[in-house]
């Protein structure tokens, strides 16, 4: 199982950005996540593929033409809340809203129930009953938040949320607890430690961004210079490695991978 995954944000839309995490300067600064998308849809229709991709309710609302291009060449739409805050910091209720406000966003735009969804960072973990509870409240039966170092078993993993369930695919890591199959991690490990990975694993998650891939990434002062400097590493190269990877690995969407999961269990 490769799931083939795409977090939809603009460049500026990270953890870092803490003090201006309100997203009060946000659409005064320039966005590259059109272009960024579009390079990564223009890759999926050369490889004839598809994936699922979480969009930033903030992006839906200033970008709505572009969630629908996304959706109109037949990708999977998830979640990945409004403003990208961690969850951990959130109290219940502003959790609750947030992502409210997120599905309300793009379900105007794509009018289809929106029922997959990932945090931030992947920072829910199994023992979150009240967010997952939460997540179920509001329409939420997939979810994809969670990072853990080892599975019992194959994904995905039932977690209870109240009298409901949530199917869950993680993020799961190497021993060392490193996240191997995206976001920057992608770029900055040695391409063969990644390759060695994702070929002799039977479950792989893969995940990026638009900025994974953006050449001209800008230097901001919203970072530290370590942080500009980390966002920028290997994005000239990142689509290669990717598309070489995708040649030859066999990948589905989430939504592909419950159908034949609910599938082989009713058999």
């Known amino acids: ?13 990270t953890h870092q950005n803490r003090q201006y995490y309100s997203g009060h300067i946000w659409k005064n600064l320039p966005s590259k996540v059109e272009e960024g998308t579009e390079l990564i849809l223009n890759m999926l229709d050369e490889l004839g593929l598809k994936a699922t991709f979480f969009i930033l309710g903030w992006v839906a609302e200033y970008h709505p033409d572009l969630i629908k291009r996304i959706h109109a060449k037949g990708h999977e739409i998830g979640a990945h809340s409004h403003w990208h805050h961690n969850p951990q910091l959130l109290k219940p209720e502003d959790f609750e809203k947030d992502l409210r406000l997120c599905l309300n966003v793009i379900q105007d735009v794509t009018g289809e129930k929106v029922t997959t969804y990932r945090a931030p960072g992947f920072n829910l973990n199994l023992k979150d009953r009240w967010a997952f509870e939460i997540l179920a409240e509001n329409g939420i039966e997939v979810d994809s938040s969670v990072q853990i170092s080892s599975s019992g078993k194959m994904p995905p993993l039932m977690v209870n949320a109240g009298d409901k369930e949530i199917m869950e695919f993680p993020l799961i890591t190497t021993s060392m607890g490193i996240p191997y199959s995206g976001g920057g ?30 050449a001209d990434y800008p230097f901001s002062n919203l970072f530290s210079f ?5 966002n920028a590493i290997n994005t000239k190269s990142s689509r290669e490695h990717l598309v070489k990877i995708l040649r030859e690995l066999e990948t589905s969407t989430i939504k ?5 999961y609910k599938n082989q269990s009713n058999a």
């Open 185 to 214: 991690y992608f770029r900055v490990l040695p391409k063969s430690y990644i390759d060695y990975f994702i070929k002799n694993r039977t479950y792989n998650l893969l995940y990026f961004h638009p900025r994974d891939f953006d």
């Open 256 to 260: 592909d991978a419950v159908y034949k």
């Open 226 to 230: 370590f942080r500009n400097s980390l």
């Open 1 to 13: 199982m490769n799931l083939l995954t795409f977090d939809i944000e603009d460049w500026f839309h």
